[in-house]
């Protein structure tokens, strides 16, 4: 199993930019693959943007270009930098860990709120 803390969440207004953050409690580099999901209210949870431990990115259609994923892999964290957030940006954030290792887990952190402004 592996703890995920995230923080970085707010209010911002359209066309701003936030930066998430997750604390994993072990190694980033252990961990097959790593992502962020979001679900606004009413919705269900949905796919933002993974990393994977060989360096693979990839993003859903939606925040292309304009959302990064990364890590640091000293502080054993990862990223998503938000720009030109858009309203329909809204939603709980939430960071999420996956691997076999040393048993298969499947781990998500609290979330943590971003709201977007019109």
């Known amino acids: 199993q592996v703890q995920l803390v995230e923080s970085g969440g707010g209010f911002v207004q359209a066309g701003g930019s936030l930066r998430l953050s997750c604390v994993v409690s072990?190694?980033?580099?252990?961990?097959?693959?790593m992502g962020w999901y979001r679900q606004a209210a009413g919705n269900q949870r949905e796919f933002v943007a993974g990393?994977?431990?060989?360096?693979?990115?990839g993003y859903a259609d939606s925040v292309k270009g304009r959302f990064t994923i990364s890590s640091d892999s000293a502080k054993n964290t990862l990223f998503l930098q938000m720009n030109n957030l858009k309203s329909e940006d809204t939603a709980v954030y939430y960071c999420?860990?996956?691997?076999?290792?040393?048993?298969?887990?499947?781990?998500w952190g609290q979330g943590t709120q971003v709201t977007v402004s019109s």
């Open positions: 990393l994977t431990s060989g360096g693979s990115t």
């Open positions: 999420n860990g996956k691997g076999l290792f040393p048993s298969r887990y499947d781990s």
């Open positions: 072990r190694s980033i580099s252990s961990i097959a693959v």
